[in-house]
């Protein structure tokens, strides 16, 4: 500043001296190079100006000086260029300096990108490597900012690992003196090449680096880039971002709402408070949301498994209008996600059962399948059931071989719960030469398809009365191995406890009883004609594996299966089972139970044992009055 001054001191009192030439020559770039000048100056060389003369010009030294571009000139050149051939040409026509040669090498990638470029002609280039040496040989004259877009630029180019070591050393150096934005835009550009591999050193230092300085996000931007990008990453860190996101909630808006929503759920964090908080601003601010923005939500949420009543309603009322509207895809998507979180809006699923039926040649037999699916979970028979049922035979009848066996086995299942499976669909699962396959697998998941292939083959003998296929052999329908050990419930213990004082005797009750029908009942008890509990070992059990007794039972004695029902057996917020319970109890009745049900919404609000007790006697005997009714 001192010798900018001096200069045009000198221009307006027409003095020119040393000085001036050798202020005028050091203004060099964007950048103020200070040197040594002479500590005297000759008298000799002042002149002394005339008022005659125009002395706001410059002077004849300052005319002929022709210095490099200055930062900001050569900047507004860089970004001038259009083409990939008037970049590489620039070094030619001006001295560049490494910060120069970075932003050069930095527009490269960006027209590359726009213009769809061959990458590798560019870095074949000999007046690129020009450029990346420059770089190399200065590469701590290169500024902050540009030193980190030149690191995204080359990879972004494709220049090889190795290469990049110098640019990837200099910015760990300088990782603390960063600005925090900075430091985000290279985590989100690092993380999404780090997908599925190992982290590198430098990503793993900037990490570190987020994670001590995480206090200093002060805008929705960051956190959510943060949270999308890096979050997998660092466990920690993320635990950091969670906070901070918080904190911010009020800010966000619809799409930062469904992309840290969507990051929750791809790496399965179920942060209850952050759910709760994006829950009660996407409610409260009534935004105008987007069909993505609908279906994703509910995607997160489903995966997450969490429930918030006010965010489904505000789904469900939004997405009714457009349903017409909507890919056939984003059906399947959105009735899978109410499926997962046991959801279940009578106006919404009409409308996407008309839809199925107006739409049924634009679905693939897999979504098609994932419909009926849904509509068994929650065991929803649609008002126009004859039109949908019919299009869903109509479609998938004849491609049943060419479905996944685990997508046939769900198929079926689904078919029975609705009360909607053929005689056609039995006989293929339930051939030996598929049931076969899912008989010898010990694992979890062929657990519960050998279950499921026993409540088909229960509902093959049960409610078919027309089929005259194969059935599972009798040595495949034990349930000890596929049930796996469950927590008892407060519910069971207090069921337990409160059956044993009714039935008075240990031997008039059986607890836990496995059925060849692939449903355990809680409590099992015989009946005479008075009502009276007899010994229950003593009777034949036809319902069992294994029968202990060999008696029949007398005449007008009755079997009583008493069946609790937990809060997770219900659809949300709502009094109906799910489809699997509600073809339990379909199936018990069949096969001669009177059915106790004792649903937890009823037993809580029993504070003592003895209204306990009568509550069970008189579910009991109302069972047995239903049933002489008949």
């Not at 002395?55 to 050569?74: F, I, L, V, W």
């Not at 979180?341 to 693939?364: C, H, I, M, S």
């Not at 809680?522 to 008075?530: G, R």
């Amino acid at each position: 500043m001192a010798a900018k001054l001096m200069q045009r001191c000198y221009q307006l009192f027409g003095a020119s001296s040393p000085l001036c030439i050798h202020t005028n020559a050091m203004c060099v770039g964007s950048r103020m190079v200070l040197s040594r000048a002479p500590s005297q100056i000759p008298l000799a060389s002042l002149r002394v100006p005339s008022f005659t003369e125009r002395t706001d010009k410059p002077s004849a030294h300052e005319q002929e000086y022709r210095g490099p571009y200055k930062y900001e000139e050569m900047e507004g050149v860089i970004g001038a260029a259009v083409t990939a051939e008037e970049l590489l040409h620039l070094r030619a026509l001006h001295p560049v300096n490494a910060n120069q040669a970075a932003l050069i090498i930095a527009r490269l990638s960006r027209v590359a990108v726009e213009q769809k470029l061959e990458p590798g002609s560019i870095l074949e280039d000999a007046r690129f490597q020009q450029l990346l040496q420059t770089v190399h040989t200065e590469i701590s004259q290169v500024w902050n900012a540009t030193l980190v877009s030149l690191l995204k630029s080359l990879s972004r180019l494709g220049l090889e690992r190795r290469r990049l070591g110098s640019v990837e050393q200099e910015v760990r150096w300088r990782l603390k003196r960063l600005p925090f934005k900075q430091l985000a835009s290279l985590a989100e550009h690092l993380a999404t090449g780090a997908r599925g591999g190992e982290p590198s050193e430098l990503l793993s230092d900037l990490l570190k680096q987020l994670e001590l300085r995480w206090t200093e996000i002060e805008d929705t931007r960051t956190v959510v880039v943060l949270i999308t990008k890096a979050g997998a990453l660092s466990p920690a860190l993320m635990d950091r971002l969670e906070e901070k996101a918080l904190e911010l909630a009020e800010q966000f808006g619809p799409e930062d709402t469904r992309r840290i929503a969507m990051a929750l759920a791809f790496q399965n964090r179920r942060s209850v408070p952050l759910l709760r908080a994006l829950s009660y601003h996407l409610v409260q601010k009534h935004f105008t949301l987007s069909t993505n923005v609908l279906l994703d939500v509910a995607f997160a949420f489903g995966k997450l498994n969490f429930h918030q009543t006010q965010v489904f309603q505000k789904i469900a009322s939004d997405l009714h209008p457009r349903v017409a509207e909507m890919a056939h895809w984003d059906v399947v998507r959105c009735l899978k996600s109410f499926a997962f979180l046991k959801w279940l809006n009578l106006p919404l699923f009409e409308a996407f059962a008309q839809y199925t039926v107006d739409n049924g040649n634009r679905f693939d037999p897999v979504p098609l399948s994932n419909v009926v699916l849904a509509f068994a979970r929650l065991n929803f028979q649609p008002s126009c059931a004859e039109a949908f049922f019919g299009t869903i035979h109509e479609r998938l009848d004849d491609h049943l071989d060419a479905l996944d066996p685990y997508l046939l086995v769900d198929l079926v299942w689904s078919l029975c719960v609705l009360q909607q499976a053929k005689a056609s669909h039995l006989r293929k699962v339930l051939a030996p030469e598929l049931y076969t396959r899912f008989l010898g697998d010990q694992s979890p998941k062929g657990h519960n398809y050998r279950l499921k292939l026993i409540h088909i083959n229960s509902t093959a003998r049960l409610e078919s009365a027309s089929y005259d296929g194969p059935l599972l052999p009798r040595e495949a329908l034990g349930l000890k191995e596929l049930q796996g050990e469950r927590k008892v419930t407060p519910l069971q213990s207090s069921l337990k406890e409160t059956l044993e004082v009714v039935a008075g005797e240990e031997d008039k009750v059986r607890f836990a009883v496995d059925t060849v029908f692939g449903w355990q009942l809680d409590a099992e008890m015989v009946l005479n004609a008075d009502n009276q509990a007899l010994p229950i070992a003593d009777f034949e059990a036809p319902h069992l594996l294994q029968s202990q007794g060999s008696k029949p039972l007398p005449p007008g004695a009755r079997r009583l299966a008493f069946l609790r029902w937990e809060f997770p057996n219900f659809s949300n917020r709502s009094k109906d089972l799910l489809g699997r319970f509600a073809m339990a109890r379909r199936h018990l009745q069949e096969a001669g139970f009177l059915l106790v049900d004792v649903p937890y919404y009823e037993w809580l609000d029993l504070k003592s044992e003895w209204q306990k007790a009568a509550f069970l006697r008189d579910r009991m005997n109302k069972a047995v009055a239903e049933e002489m009714a008949k």
